[in-house]
């Protein structure tokens, strides 16, 4: 089972990070993926890690102001997010997998497996 937490009411421009953890198996045997979904819109990809750590993958939306990490030790996978905007206003789930075709999957929903329930963030202008 997967929890994301860490969403939170913030200014255009601020930075914000938010937390991915399992409970049961440790998050070390998962890729993660981040999706969010604003009001009105589909499920997108926003943000991937293997879960060695090693690959990263990121939206062109995100990319540059996104970053994905591990952190083991903690049983979490991060993702800060800088220079924040209001189109980046949405719920963002974290989702692991364990699939051998990761590299091919990375961003498709339908690869992942398991679920957080998902945390707001909410960008001003």
């Known amino acids: 089972q997967l929890q994301a937490s860490g969403g939170g009411l913030v200014q255009a421009g601020s930075s914000l990070r938010v937390s991915c953890t399992t409970s049961?198996?440790?998050?070390?045997?998962?890729?993660i993926g981040w999706f969010r979904q604003a009001p009105g819109k589909e499920r997108e990809f926003v943000a991937a890690?293997?879960?060695?750590?090693?690959?990263?993958y990121y939206a062109e939306s995100v990319k540059g102001r996104f970053t994905i990490s591990r952190l083991h030790a903690k049983n979490t996978v991060y993702l800060q997010m800088n220079s924040l905007r209001p189109e980046d206003t949405a719920v963002y789930y974290c989702?692991?997998?364990?699939?051998?075709?990761?590299?091919?999957?990375?961003?498709?929903?339908?690869?992942?497996?398991?679920w957080g329930k998902g945390t707001q963030v909410t960008v001003s202008s």
């Open positions: 049961g198996r440790a998050i070390s045997n998962y890729h």
């Open positions: 989702a692991a997998t364990v699939t051998a075709s990761y590299s091919s999957y990375y961003d498709n929903a339908g690869a992942y497996v398991a």
């Open positions: 890690t293997r879960r060695s750590g090693d690959v990263k």
